[in-house]
Each structure stands twice: as structure tokens, then as C-alpha cells.
């Protein structure tokens, strides 16, 4: 017994001996890299250590133009250009500043500060010379690529929205869904506005999805069909987002009569629970039928609306909507920031980006509300223009913006549960656009 | 060259923007039908169970007990009013 005892422990020895003997012999191979990276020390002067020091400082490295400091892209080395002059200087402080306007836009004026704070901030750090924050190995790169560069953290916000969102208002009157529709010709007629501008069709596809008004959607798309233009992209479609009940009154206003806006709408039925429960299967199973390219995101919306609705998992539907969305807000708002280095935001396309998006929004804003006032010539019941507005699928900003232009032309009108409806047919509606538009660069 | 490629970019914006609408659209017209089918399959099969009105609305048992007390004080008033 004893001895089968000693010889067992021998044989361990003799195993462990060996194994830590290859170790070392692995090491010895691996070891010339490793040194290489050492770098060998000769005296110097105080002198040449304050020389050697200033050529570290972010200041020098800011105001020498010519570094030859390397583009820092979560790509890695494959798309590693040298910086120019300006975009190693002069560019970065540029971008410092924007970044310092967009801080001021979500702190001072409220703009979407949930989204505004990460991206700005990741762009600040993005523009940091020598740290390569932006780089595969810097902070900003490994969550670009973790969640970004393969699309994983939209379609985990957009789990969240599913779980967050409500369709009865739209199961109460399933017509108004139509609205949702018309309010993507915001994406499709800025579309031909991009080309006509000289985008090529793949930029202009990425861009004018902004007019769909929907951040993770935008983001998707940007990274699929355009992953250079990311960062103007989405600071554009969460500007615009933000920028909603200032964009979209003006335009509400002018394309209706005051008799139209003053229309009152019934109350809305009530809508039963099994209806709340199938529905984002229904919306699932059409997708998976007319369009698979659009099922990451509509299969992301779908589950979370379902654990939503099964009433049996709150506990996974409350971490959807609160903690995941919430972590998940973080990585990609500083994932997206890393795209707001100077060398690729700076670029003449983010002025188009700009103002492309702007016109986007403007005419599914438009197409909506056009569409409303068709529906409500033709409808029974009447259905007030203001909520085809709300098709644009800014949940909720854009019902409630709804809501408050219908009670100033008419105090006690409350319209929020119908602008509810074409609100959240937006968020479908601007997911089968994107599918769409995949489908065509497939 | 440049230019017959922009205007076949514009051209071809166009086309994009004829089926993507069309499909956004029949996508929704589909989701209506089919949700106003389901709407009224689910009225037939599971009609809404019509709140139960509770046999003895609570909340006003005092009330009642007063109005008893109250009934009673009367018909006995009465009652002796009858006798004398």
C-alpha cells in the first residue's frame, strides 16, 4: 500500500518535472520577443532625460505637426495611416472643442445626456496624441470591438427598448401602424437626396437612415455599410433625436389647419392581454418571412417586448430595461466615441452627414403627418394629422412632443396614447427599412 | 464618366426608395390585418373576463350598519307611537 503510495507521488514529481521543463524550453522560444521589448539603457545627462520627457508630452506631440504619429483604429494595423499635419494638431483640438459643445448640449440643454455623455466623453479620449485610447489595444478599441465592430451592443439596446415598450396603444388601433410607415420616407427620400449629393449608394444608404430616428438602428446600419462614417452618424441621429421637439413643431404646424390640429380622438379600446402576448411573435414571424435581414434587430425587440409581456420573467425584463441597457449604454456610447478621433471626423462627409440627417428627419416628419391627413379624409373615426409626426420612431420624445403641440391648440386633448401607436410602428417600420437596405448590399 | 455614374446613383436612390417603401409598407398593411385578426379571434375565444361586482361592495359596511340602527330606532318609535 505504502509503496504504491510512494510511487504514485514519484510519478507526480516526474510528471510535474517534465511539464515545468517544457514550460521553460517554451519559454527560452518565446523569449527573444519578450526582451526585444526591454529597451536597453544607456546613461544620460539630466539634460537628454528632460529632452527625451518633452518628446512624451501631449503638448509637443499637439503642436510638433509632424510626429508621424499613427492613426489609431480598433481595425488594428490594417488601416493604419500616418496622421498629417492637421489631423495630429490643429484637428484635435477642434475635436476637443466639439467634444466641449456636445458636453454643454447634454448638461446645459438636456440633449439625450444619456448617450451625448458617453459618446462625447469617448471622444475626448479618442483625441488624447501618444495614448492610442482608440487603438486595438487602447480602452476605446477593445469595446469597439467587443460590441461594436460586430454589432452586438444596438441589438442589446435594442432588447431593452423591446422590453420598455408598450403596444397596446398601437393594438388599440392597429391603423395608425400605417403612419410608422409613411414616416420612413424620411430614410428613403434622403437617400436620393445623399446620391444626388454625390455620396456614393452604400454612404448614402448608411446616412439616411438617421431620418429612421432611431440610435441603435442608425448605428447598425452605419456599421455595416459605412463603419468609417460611424461616429458623425451616430452623434447626428442622437443630436436629432434630442433635437426632436425643436425639429419636428415647425413642420407639424405648417402642413395642418388649426380645425385639423384641434381633431379629437376617441378613447382608445381596451386590449387584451393574449393580444399584447402574441404580438411580437407576429411581428417576428413576419420578418422571418418577408425579410430575415432585419430579424437581429426585430428578434432583439421581439424578445425583450415577450419577457416583457409573459408576465413570468420580470426579473430578466426588469435587468433588460434597467441594468443591461444602462451597462450597455456605457460601452457603446464610448465605443462610438472612438470614432470622433480627429483624423475621421473631421472629414468634409461628417458637414453632409450633418445635414442629410437633418433633412431625413424633417421629411419623415413631414411624410407622416401628409400620411395622417390622407388617413383621416378616409377613416370613420377621426384620426388628428399631429401623430404622424410621432412616426419617427424617437420613443417616446416624439409622442410627447405630439401630446404638447395637440394641447396648446387645444387644452384637455390629450393625444399621447395615439401618438403612442405610430411611435412604436416606427421602431418596426425603421428596422424594415434597415433590413431593406441590407438586403440590397447583401 | 463621373457624371452617368451620379446619375445613375440618383437613378438607382430612386429604385431603393420605391422598394423600401413598398416593403415597409406591406410589412405594416400585413401587421395590421393580421393584429385586427387576432384582435377578433381573441374577443371569440377569450372573452374578456367581465370584472366580478363583489356580492357585498365593501367599504360602506358602516354605513349600512348605521342605516340598520337608524331603521330601527324608527320602527320601534313607531311602533310605540302605535301602542299609546
Known amino acids: 500500500m505504502k509503496l504504491k503510495q510512494i510511487f504514485t507521488a514519484l510519478l507526480f514529481a516526474l510528471v510535474a518535472l517534465t511539464s515545468s521543463a517544457y514550460a521553460e524550453e517554451h519559454k527560452a522560444v518565446t523569449n527573444p520577443e519578450a526582451s526585444s521589448v526591454k529597451k536597453e539603457y544607456h546613461p544620460k545627462s539630466l539634460s537628454e532625460l528632460a529632452v527625451s520627457f518633452w518628446e512624451t508630452t501631449g503638448i509637443k506631440a499637439i503642436f510638433d505637426t509632424n510626429d508621424g504619429e499613427m492613426s489609431a483604429d480598433p481595425a488594428g494595423e490594417l488601416k493604419e495611416h500616418k496622421l498629417g499635419a492637421f489631423e495630429s494638431s490643429f484637428g484635435r483640438i477642434i475635436m476637443i472643442m466639439i467634444v466641449f459643445l456636445l458636453f454643454y448640449l447634454a448638461i446645459a440643454k438636456g440633449f439625450e445626456p444619456l448617450l451625448l455623455i458617453p459618446i462625447a466623453f469617448g471622444g475626448l479620449l479618442a483625441n488624447i496624441p501618444l495614448a492610442h485610447m482608440a487603438g486595438p489595444d487602447g480602452m476605446l478599441g477593445v469595446i469597439y470591438n467587443m460590441g461594436i465592430a460586430n454589432e452586438f451592443f444596438p441589438l442589446l439596446i435594442f432588447m431593452g427598448v423591446g422590453a420598455m415598450t408598450d403596444f397596446g396603444p398601437l393594438l388599440a388601433n392597429p391603423k395608425t401602424a400605417l403612419l410608422g410607415g409613411a414616416a420612413q420616407f424620411g430614410i428613403f427620400g434622403s437617400l436620393v437626396g445623399a446620391t444626388a449629393l454625390g455620396f456614393d449608394l452604400q454612404d448614402a444608404s448608411a446616412i439616411s437612415i438617421i431620418g429612421g430616428a432611431d440610435g441603435p438602428t442608425s448605428i447598425f446600419i452605419a456599421n455595416r455599410l459605412a463603419p468609417d462614417m460611424l461616429g458623425a452618424i451616430a452623434v447626428a441621429a442622437y443630436s436629432y433625436m434630442a433635437l426632436v421637439p425643436v425639429i419636428q413643431p415647425p413642420i407639424m404646424r405648417a402642413l395642418t389647419t388649426k380645425e385639423e390640429r384641434q381633431i379629437k380622438m376617441g378613447i382608445q379600446r381596451p386590449v387584451h392581454r393574449l393580444e399584447k402576448l402574441i404580438f411580437p411573435i407576429i411581428v417576428l414571424m413576419l420578418s422571418i418571412m418577408v425579410l430575415p435581414e432585419s430579424t437581429p434587430l426585430i428578434g432583439a425587440f421581439a424578445f425583450g417586448n415577450f419577457a416583457k409581456e409573459s408576465g413570468v420573467v420580470d426579473r430578466l425584463s426588469d435587468t433588460m430595461q434597467n441594468s443591461l441597457i444602462n451597462i450597455v449604454t456605457i460601452f457603446l456610447g464610448l465605443g462610438v466615441g472612438s470614432k470622433l478621433a480627429a483624423d475621421k471626423f473631421l472629414v468634409l462627409e461628417s458637414l453632409g452627414i450633418m445635414i442629410i440627417g437633418l433633412i431625413a428627419f424633417a421629411a419623415g416628419t413631414a411624410a407622416g403627418v401628409i400620411m395622417a391627413k390622407i388617413m383621416n379624409k378616409f377613416s370613420k373615426e377621426p384620426i388628428n394629422p399631429l401623430i404622424g409626426a410621432a412616426g419617427v420612431s424617437a420613443v417616446p420624445m416624439s409622442a410627447r412632443v405630439v401630446s404638447k403641440v395637440g394641447a396648446e391648440e387645444r387644452p384637455g386633448n390629450v393625444l399621447l396614447m395615439h401618438a403612442m401607436g405610430p411611435n412604436v410602428a416606427g421602431v418596426i417600420g425603421s428596422a424594415v427599412a434597415a433590413g431593406v437596405l441590407l438586403s440590397i448590399f447583401k | ?84
Open chain 2, 1 to 84: 464618366m463621373a457624371d452617368v455614374n451620379d446619375i445613375n446613383n440618383v437613378v438607382e436612390a430612386l429604385k431603393f426608395m420605391v422598394l423600401g417603401m413598398g416593403v415597409v409598407f406591406l410589412f405594416l398593411f400585413v401587421l395590421v390585418k393580421v393584429v385586427e385578426l387576432q384582435a377578433k379571434l381573441i374577443a371569440k375565444y377569450f372573452p374578456k373576463n367581465t370584472p366580478k361586482i363583489p356580492a357585498t361592495p365593501a367599504g360602506d359596511s358602516a354605513d349600512d350598519e348605521q342605516r340598520r340602527v337608524a331603521a330601527i330606532i324608527a320602527a320601534v318609535a313607531e311602533f310605540r307611537k302605535n301602542k299609546s
